[in-house]
């Protein structure tokens, strides 16, 4: 259904104009008219047009849209499609309509959870997970795309320990690694070290370690089974380098094919499905399938209510998803003051100190008791803001005002990255994010970290502002690992109980 459509019926109990539809709509007043003649064709409404000046036209609606919605999407939920959630802006609608989406939603879950105790279903907010090592932006993507892949080794507290390698020594700047034997792609080909030591070269390529790659001496085969690299940095260094998620081994003509746990069973109507890899180097994943099904972000709250309507089939936990940072444009010239950078600061960890009373699902970073600063003259800024919810654009807007700062705070997403593109357009950017080690950041020309500490030397460009946890809903017989994937259980390590 078109997204136009449904605004068109969230303006149901206004009088409007057709100026003012093609105003909301962001089209022209004959795109508008042509689309409303369409629609009085498939029957959804009937337009009758105002007569002379003064006259508001009206539209009568014929079906009310959110019956037929819910008919439609009980039809799709029944055959395990949930492509249609991302395809409605649930904000045109009544809470009613939405109570009763989460309601469908979470008893189609249910009775397929209960069809099928080896599939695990996951509801996520992620629209578009990707699943390219070199491409995800997003921690729901990071954790999904890491049941996948397989890397070299892998840092759980602060240790390394092999994955696709057994074991590795290092004399002086040569490093040994020794590769498990009887690894397979998930097509079923046998990897050859050929094509790990191609893709550890590939991932050092990308602009974000060229600053490491220049560090590289050589990478070389020795056997059919062992290869080294020759690298001018540390043992922690090299180790936590190819433990990053950028460093997953991916097949070299088909990107979707790794070497992990799980492998992509299905990735259509609207859900990311995996299946176990039976041919998995390491311990055989417990849990046979898992399912991630994108719903929007605005009915997480009525999704949780009917889930804990539920309660005898699911349990709640709550995920770390991101730490939420701002980051000042060095280039900005509303920002070349210390004093403007203090008080912006200043402003923003307030903000964060009241986080929580706008999501209870967000905690402040700032431990700090903030005493008054001395009020400065500050310009008009724009805040690029990367967020899901437009509840957080509106609370910072108006905290703003409240402290007196002229700010026109922007919703971003995490689509519109790279972020060092965002700072041409806003004079600073908040943008939750797991962090990946500080040497790498400091050195990845696309992050705003890297820009800041390239071109000033203090901190006042920067402040970690909140943590951001998610409610996540798993069946009550789910066993959680105690080890996280950005913030996240290792499904690959979790069972279900009795």
């Known amino acids: 259904m078109e997204l136009a459509l449904q605004l068109l019926w969230s303006l149901r109990n206004e009088q409007l104009s057709i100026h003012k539809i093609s105003e909301m709509m962001q089209l022209s007043t004959k795109q508008v008219t042509r689309k409303i003649k369409k629609w009085e064709t498939e029957g959804w409404i009937r337009y009758c047009a105002g007569k002379g000046r003064g006259h508001i036209s009206s539209i009568q609606w014929l079906q009310d849209i959110e019956k037929q919605l819910l008919i439609v999407l009980n039809s799709e939920f029944k055959q395990k499609n949930f492509k249609a959630l991302t395809d409605i802006n649930m904000s045109y609608f009544s809470e009613k309509f939405q109570q009763n989406v989460a309601a469908l939603l979470t008893e189609n879950i249910v009775s397929d959870e209960r069809k ?9 907010y992620s629209k578009n997970l990707n699943l390219h090592p070199h491409n995800y932006s997003d921690t729901e993507s990071g954790w999904v795309l890491s049941h996948i892949y397989s890397r070299i080794v892998i840092q759980n507290n602060n240790t390394f320990k092999g994955d696709l390698i057994h074991h590795w020594e290092q004399f002086g700047q040569c490093f040994i690694f020794y590769v498990r034997p009887f690894l397979y792609w998930h097509n079923g080909e046998t990897v050859k070290i050929e094509e790990i030591m191609q893709s550890i070269k590939t991932t050092f390529m990308l602009n974000k370690y060229s600053h490491f790659f220049r560090k590289v001496i050589s ?19 090299l180790l936590t380098l190819l433990s990053q998620l950028d460093f997953s081994l991916y097949h070299p003509l088909n990107y979707r094919i790794g070497t992990g746990a799980y492998k992509i069973a299905q990735d259509s109507n609207g859900a990311v499905q995996l299946t176990a890899c039976s041919q998995y180097h390491l311990t055989q994943a417990l849990i046979n399938k898992i399912q991630f099904v994108t719903i929007p972000s605005t009915l997480q709250r009525r999704l949780e209510w009917s889930m804990q309507q539920n309660e005898a089939q699911y349990q709640s936990c709550v995920e770390l998803g991101g730490i939420v940072s701002t980051y000042f444009n060095p280039f900005s010239n509303n920002l070349q003051k210390r004093e403007v950078r203090l008080y912006m600061l200043w402003i923003l960890k307030r903000f964060a100190q009241q986080i929580g009373q706008v999501d209870s699902l967000k905690s402040s970073c700032v431990q700090e008791i903030l005493t008054s600063l001395q009020r400065v003259s500050m310009p008009a800024l724009r805040i690029g803001y990367i967020v899901n919810q437009t509840k957080f654009i509106v609370a910072l807007h108006n905290f703003c005002e409240e402290q007196g700062i002229q700010a026109e705070v922007i919703k971003l997403t995490i689509d519109d990255l790279p972020l060092n593109k965002l700072f041409t357009q806003v004079d600073l950017i908040i943008i939750g994010e797991y962090l990946a080690p500080p040497f790498i950041l400091e050195n990845d020309k696309e992050h705003p970290l890297s820009i800041i500490l390239e071109n000033v030397n203090d901190n006042t460009w920067f402040a970690v502002l909140y943590k951001s946890f998610r409610e996540i809903y798993y069946p009550s017989n789910f066993r959680r690992s105690v080890e996280n994937i950005y913030g996240y259980p290792n499904l690959t390590t979790c069972w279900f109980g009795c």
């Not at 099928?116 to 996520?124: D, E, Q, R």
């Not at 690299?229 to 922690?236: C, D, F």
Request: no cysteine; charged share 30%.
């Open 116 to 124: 099928a105790a080896s599939m695990l279903t996951i509801p996520i």
């Open 219 to 237: 990478i070389e085969k020795r056997t059919n089974a062992i290869f080294e690299i020759k690298y001018m940095g540390g043992e922690e260094e």
